[in-house]
């Protein structure tokens, strides 16, 4: 089992920046991969970013690129998303999760943390 607990989440103007944390515990040694979700208010859950504790390899939503910075501390466990030049429609609950690689499921999730960008 691997727990998520996500955190960082909140209100911010257009333009502003935020950042996420997840923290890991269990068997993290178990899923080499990290990634944040979103969902957006009568949407499906998308993809944003991912990152391997292994090696550190990235991948990204194309619409988020240049803008977010997803980042991993092994030490600490914890995976990061920076997020700048917010804009209203990355409006959304951002979720992390683990998985086996960067493109594989993600089987483990966090309960989700709120971001709010108002125009």
């Known amino acids: 089992q691997v727990q998520l607990v996500e955190s960082g989440g909140g209100l911010v103007q257009a333009g502003g920046s935020l950042r996420l944390s997840c923290a890991a515990s269990?068997?993290?040694?178990?899923?080499?991969?990290m990634g944040w979700f979103r969902q957006a208010p009568g949407k499906e859950r998308e993809f944003v970013a991912a990152?391997?504790?292994?090696?550190?390899?990235?991948r990204y939503k194309t619409s988020v690129k240049g803008r977010f910075t997803i980042s991993r501390d092994n030490a600490k466990n914890t995976v990061y998303l920076q997020m700048n030049s917010l804009k209203p429609e990355d409006t959304a609950v951002y979720y992390c999760?683990?998985?086996?690689?960067?493109?594989?499921?993600?089987?483990?999730w966090g309960q989700g943390t709120q971001v709010t960008v108002s125009s």
């Open positions: 990152i391997t504790w292994s090696s550190g390899n990235t």
């Open positions: 999760a683990a998985g086996r690689t960067v493109y594989s499921p993600y089987d483990y």
């Open positions: 269990g068997r993290t040694f178990s899923r080499d991969a």
